[in-house]
């Protein structure tokens, strides 16, 4: 059983201290390292329990999910493990569900065949061959293609990311000695003479950013869409962390330095058209209105931007190409 330890208490004074020529660039390197130790540990444990075939990685929105699989990925491959990745997001199911506002589930566990995974990881598990599903996400249609099957080779080791992973109907369907669970999330406080930031707002600027450079959303959409994956989160999390073996903080004391300004400038952007009545309909939408309850969303921009501005700057350059934050940025 995991838990949340050693929560990441970063003050502004801190991270102005740390800006210059010489001081930022150690502190961001440290601020890695730190990270490529706990993907190591990870590995480590995975490769010194050679009976261990899968590990499932779960964790809320925008805590880094995919960059971590893959990072895990490299470490095992290096170390003559091989691995074979697969996504939830493939098993999306065609049906579509709304909440009474209007805003689409992409979030609950209803959304995703959980049958059908089940039967596919235990028979890759056992060593069958399976023809893999891929999720058209504008059609919102499943989509087998031809000859595009996989298996296991008898070391090969099965990686499985999603919001859901270490969900009961998933992960706990499958015999527990031969999985690892991790469960990944931002844990932080971002302090000046109050609290500015918590994990939640980190996932929230980092999941702006990420859906207006790679969804063409705007930031309001985001901020409206957000009840949706609080509920989400509040419901079935706790008993994530519970099932996981390994709990990664990825959260990294220099992003609030890089995210921050880049999330405020795509919040300035959405005000702006807000205010002048050129905002574009939310990505996330059903009705005509295009938003489920904009004047809280606006509200809840307005008061991110006030802790925004009180945070240092630094250029996104200074991210290395093996961070998890370029999932985020780039």
């Not at 329990?49 to 490299?74: D, M, Q, W, Y």
């Not at 939408?285 to 700057?313: F, H, M, N, T």
Request: proline share 5%; charged share 25%; with cysteine.
């Amino acid at each position: 059983m995991a838990e949340l330890r050693q929560m990441k208490i970063i003050s502004i004074d801190e991270l102005e201290n740390q800006l210059g020529v010489n001081k930022w660039p150690r502190f961001v390197s440290d601020c890695e390292t730190g990270f490529l130790e706990r993907i190591s540990q990870v590995a480590a444990r995975v490769l010194n329990h050679r009976h261990i075939k899968a590990v499932f990685i779960s964790g809320p929105t925008a805590s880094g999910k995919t960059t971590f699989c893959n990072r895990l990925a490299e470490f095992l491959n290096n170390r003559g493990r091989p691995t074979r990745t697969v996504s939830l997001d493939d098993y999306y199911v065609e049906a579509s569900w709304y909440d009474d506002q209007g805003r689409p589930d992409f979030e609950s566990i209803e959304t995703l065949d959980t049958q059908q995974m089940v039967a596919d990881f235990s028979a890759l598990l056992a060593g069958d061959t399976v023809r893999m599903p891929t999720f058209n996400f504008v059609t919102r249609r499943r989509v087998y293609r031809e000859n595009f099957e996989i298996n296991l080779a008898p070391d090969e080791l099965l990686l499985v990311e999603g919001l859901h992973g270490l969900s009961g109907l998933i992960a706990g369907q499958l015999p527990r000695e031969r999985y690892l669970g991790v469960f990944i999330m931002p844990w932080c406080a971002l302090l000046s003479d109050r609290q500015l930031l918590g994990s939640r707002d980190l996932r929230i600027l980092r999941r702006i950013s990420r859906d207006v450079l790679h969804r063409g959303s705007t930031a309001l959409s985001t901020l409206d869409y957000w009840p949706m994956i609080d509920r989400t989160e509040q419901h079935f999390f706790p008993s994530y962390l519970a099932n996981a073996d390994e709990y990664i903080n990825s959260c990294l004391a220099y992003e609030f330095c890089v995210i921050a300004p880049l999330a405020a400038s795509h919040m300035l952007r959405s005000l702006e058209q807000y205010d002048t009545g050129s905002l574009p309909g939310s990505i996330y939408k059903r009705s005509q209105q295009g938003y489920a309850d904009l004047p809280a969303a606006v509200a809840e921009a307005r008061d991110l931007l006030r802790a925004c501005a009180r945070i240092p700057v630094a250029d996104r350059s200074i991210v290395p190409p093996q961070s998890i934050l370029n999932e985020f940025i780039r």
